[in-house]
């Protein structure tokens, strides 16, 4: 019964295509480098913001350090030219060296925060340069994904085709029976009888069952797993 051929190979097809489906599901995922991209990316981010709130930190103090510099300028120019009494021109006199002491202190705070911005520069170009190999990493993974798919799908559509042109010699109630079959047999219901055994449930088949099986001239079915009983001539 050349039917029985025929609708072995066409479950040969179906194993493939399932199979083929199973593959494209699996790389329709993002690879991993896409999570690792997002990841380098915000700690470049994070970094970048530090950076930025530390230069306006410097910009602040270099803004505090040169307004303390002319407060510094005007008293001292004040103190030089002699004018006004004794006590004035003390008073004055500590005020300046309060105002000198403050601006060392500003400095100190200046030169620390320069520093800082200095290995955070060299950070934040670190970050820049992880970020953008694992983008192109994600690139190239994306990439490969995309031809993959391009060659699963064409392989799927080969085989749809192949299926048609066997469906197409076989009756519509056999295939039917089939269809009900492969759903719940997880896609194998046509079994090779080997060794006297269905290739399903592995059952020891009856001698006279088996010879008719072995006729090839009707669907028969395995009693305990009701799988269809397919011999391979030859
Ligand atoms: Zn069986």
Not at 4 to 25: G, H, T, V, Y
Not at 26 to 50: G, H, V
Not at 79 to 105: C, F, H, I, R
Not at 106 to 113: I, S
């Amino acid at each position: 019964m050349e039917e029985l051929d025929i609708l072995f190979q066409l479950q040969c097809i179906d194993l493939m295509l399932e199979a083929n489906e199973r593959k494209l599901r699996e790389i329709m995922a993002p690879p991993p480098s896409a999570k690792a991209t997002e990841e380098k990316l915000s700690l470049f981010q994070s970094k970048d913001q530090e950076l930025r709130n530390l230069k306006r930190d410097i910009k602040d103090r270099e803004l505090e350090i040169d307004s303390l510099s002319q407060k510094i300028k005007k008293l001292k120019n004040e103190l030089y030219s002699g004018k006004g009494g004794v006590k004035e021109l003390m008073d004055k006199q500590s005020d300046m060296e309060a105002l000198t002491k403050n601006q060392k202190k500003l400095e100190d705070v200046l030169l620390e925060l320069l520093e800082k911005a200095e290995v955070l520069e060299s950070e934040v170009h670190e970050a820049r340069e992880q970020w953008s190999r694992k983008e192109k990493e994600k690139e190239e993974d994306l990439a490969r994904q995309a031809k993959e798919k391009a060659e699963i799908e064409e392989a799927i559509e080969k085989l749809k085709q192949e299926r048609k042109s066997k469906a197409d010699f076989l009756p519509v109630d056999l295939l039917n029976t089939y269809e009900k079959l492969r759903r719940s047999m997880m896609g194998r219901a046509v079994v090779e009888v080997k060794k006297d055994k269905c290739g399903g449930c592995q059952i020891q088949i009856a001698s006279r069952k088996l010879s008719e099986i072995k006729k090839r001239n009707s669907i028969i079915t395995c009693e305990n797993c009701g799988r269809i009983l397919y011999w391979k001539e030859g």
